[in-house]
Nanobody
Framework: QVQLVESGGGFVQAGGSLRLSCTAS????????MGWFRQTPGKERVFVAT????????YYADSVKGRFTISRDNAKNTVYLQMNSLKPEDTAVYYC?????????????????WGQGTQVTVSS
C-alpha cells in the first residue's frame, strides 16, 4: 500500500508561482514513475506532468510546457511540481499519482495510487 500526501497549494495572482510537493510512504517510490494531474468541477481529471523513476525522463501536457517543472527526490520519497507564470485557467485541484511501472505516461489508467488533492487558485 502506498499513501501520497500533497501540499503546497494555495491562492496566487496570475503570473505568480507555487510549488507543490507530494510525499509518498512505502519502499517502492524510487522504482515507479510519478505523475501530476488536475481536475476542475464537472470535468475529468487531466494529465499535467510525469517523471520516470530515476528522474531522467519527464513529459508535460502542452498547456503547461515551459511553465511547469516536475522533479523528484528519491531520498525523500517526494515529487515536486514547480508552477511558474500561473494563469487563471490553471485553477484546479492538483493530484499526484504513483505509476504502475518505472516509465511515466499521460494515461490515468497507468497510475494506481492517488493523493487526496490540493487546491490551486489563480486570480486574474
Amino acid at each position: 500500500q502506498v499513501q501520497l500526501v500533497e501540499s503546497g497549494g494555495g491562492f496566487v495572482q496570475a503570473g505568480g508561482s507555487l510549488r507543490l510537493s507530494c510525499t509518498a510512504s512505502g519502499r517502492t517510490f524510487s522504482s515507479v514513475a510519478m505523475g501530476w494531474f488536475r481536475q476542475t468541477p464537472g470535468k475529468e481529471r487531466v494529465f499535467v506532468a510525469t517523471i520516470g523513476s530515476s528522474g531522467a525522463r519527464t513529459y508535460y501536457a502542452d498547456s503547461v510546457k515551459g511553465r511547469f517543472t516536475i522533479s523528484r527526490d528519491n531520498a525523500k520519497n517526494t515529487v515536486y511540481l514547480q508552477m511558474n507564470s500561473l494563469k487563471p485557467e490553471d485553477t484546479a485541484v492538483y493530484y499526484c499519482a504513483a505509476g504502475l511501472g518505472s516509465w511515466g505516461t499521460s494515461a490515468r489508467a497507468n497510475y494506481n495510487y492517488w493523493g487526496q488533492g490540493t487546491q490551486v487558485t489563480v486570480s486574474s
